[in-house]
């Protein structure tokens, strides 16, 4: 029960998602900026980390945009910076330190040069999807520490929360409806071309 | 407090009421259209209808964070925050801070409160129910605390006074135990909803029966107040709603009592004491301090109606020491502050409704449907383990996110399958009566002040062994209610009842009875021994019910406000 709370008190694990909607602040800045921003709680391998994988996990595709053209990654910062208490954020340190050494086991190496397919790999060979047993956990079911699969599933809502919640996902990509002035069932195609809603 | 600093002033009220929330608003508007000269005193800031809901249009991505509640907030208001939602950056403005407004708990309380023009009115959950006799009758009938000294037919013209007032939109549905009230057009149950309704009329044979809840939302045409109109369905109502939809005091009963001209408002006025006076044996007004310059000023009249919400009313009465009531004005009894009440929840069940994948809904509709009480009302509704009854909330709804993201790690796939809404989930959320206990009580605390040199409350109270029982047959009933319908994935929860005050439904601290040995109140709201008096917030409830108690606070209040304009002269 204790670690069930942990993680729910961190309050990005899977589900996050319906319970509360998390998205870019306007007050981050301007737009496209992925390269140039200076994060106020990543580490600079960690925003390496998070800009990549964040792209990799929301590619940009003929109608949709990809995950940093929207500003993920700086969302992601000050969020873990300024929603997350100070023990969320040494779990979240503890887990990011855990994840950049099996993607780059030579320390000394510049995160930078990693490769797409490294990511890719890391994802096919830690992170678990629904039904799998994550070994790392049940060898210590108490551990306060995410293990790499939970870490890796945490990011991937984050980061899906944080693009769907964007300005431009949500008022041009999504369903947006800011007034709808009424309330009723009706078909999903013909309300909303099978798309959610952004609000 | 500096007694050097008391003013005195020259204006003489026929009337004044404290708070301005769902009952100082109703007490308001009543009394000044009966004439009365009333002074409102509010402790907390002007908030003005529209202009000062400055969250009221913004969408997740203006917000920061996503709207997401920071640490800097939750450090300000971390008692606030026990809700989950109340610090939300679009609403937390509205909430106060418990840095400045400090309580204690010898057995923990979750007290939720709103300290400006319009209180709780403004972020109040809407779901408005009548009592019924059931209810009225119920103390006496189980031989629990004192009997209600009123029945359903005394209070059923002041309900369909309130109700014609503010807007309240839902389904008669001719029940006895849930009385048919004035009702704008009902809003409209989803297709997963009308499925469920006819599964519980097919399998079940006692009282219970679904309906889409009644809220106090304009469904239909406008209202009285401030360009009140019809409800929009963006469900942002406790940011303040612009069109002025659902009802709250800024929009509605405050404009009318200052459309008089007999209205005198004033906000940052921290009421202490209703002064009472020996010889007469009425109270002649009350002291205030000025939240912001903490001048203390004396306001008199002939009448006061404290609706300063139950736990603060009852703080004021107990600071309200004089040779005549030692213990607190109108506190022969014993039993001012006893008796909190809280409606228990967070128990019930979810599942999942399988075959509606091409359907969705239009609009965010700002309520949810109701499953009234149905048991304890004779015949086979008869249970054995428990006393009174309890009600569901909740909803069928889609999730914002589908399986298929579950299913994959990365890759244009994924992007695409984040864009597609999820599974229809239902929620059965119970709502249970709380018997009435004298050992749930607050108390003052005069060795902790707060800044303006006022005793602290203190909270010790916690649901009993009748609500625990209840709570197991809320679970059962909600498991069996969503598999009768057939849904997948049933799973009962019951995530409370851990300490009171999260259903912000907390009352009873100056009951009303027929015995002033036994009850702080009479049948009229009036202090039995203080008949100038009327407390006509939460305070005075007898007994609980087991429904959102709003409504009930204003019909009361209306019918205490026309009892005060008949019994005591105006233009004094």
New interface residues.
Partial sequence: MKRRDALKNIGFAAGFAIITPSIFSMLQGCTGDSVTWIPNYLTSDEKIFVTNLADIMIPKTATTPSATEVNVPQFIDKYIDEVLDTDDQEITRAAFIKVIAILRPDATADLGDTTTEQYKALLDDHMLLKGEIDQERTADPEALLMTTSEFLNQLKWMIINAYKNSEEVGENILAYDPVPAAYYCGDLQELTGGKSYSL | MDKNKVKTEDNQFDAIVVGTGISGGWAAKELCEQGFKTLVLERGRMVKHIDDYPTANL??????????????I?NRKPKQHRTGYTTNPAREHFFVDDVKHPYNEVRRFDWMRGYHVGGRSLMWGRQSYRLSDVDFEANKKDGVAVDWPVRYKEIEPWYDKVEEYIGVSGQNLGLKHFPDQKLLKP?????VE?HLQSKISENFDDERVLTIGRTAHITEGTKEGLGRSTC???SRCMRGCPYGAYFSSNSSTLPAAEATGNMTLRPNSIVHEVIYDDTTKQATGVRVIDAETKETHIYNAKVVFLCASSIASASILLQSKSERFPNGLGNDSGELGHNIMDHHFHVGATATAEGY?????????PNGIYIPRFRNLGGNTTMKSFKRGYGYQGGASR???SEL???L????K???A?????EWNVNLLAFGETLPDHNNKMYLDESKKDEWGLPTITFDAAFGENEFEMRKDMQEQAKKMLEAAGYKNVQGYDNGGKAMGLGIHEMGTARMGKDPKTSVLNKHNQIHACKNVYVTDGAFMTSSGCQNPSLTYMAFTARAANHAAKNFKKNA
């Fill in positions: 969408d997740p991505w203006d917000l920061p964070n996503g709207g997401k509640t920071t640490q800097e939750i809003m409209e149950l989803n297709c009308e929009q369905y963006r994948d091409d359907k969705y809904v239009k609009g965010r509709r999730e914002d996110a993201v579950a299913e790690k990365y890759g244009p994924l992007a695409e984040i864009l597609k809404p999820g």
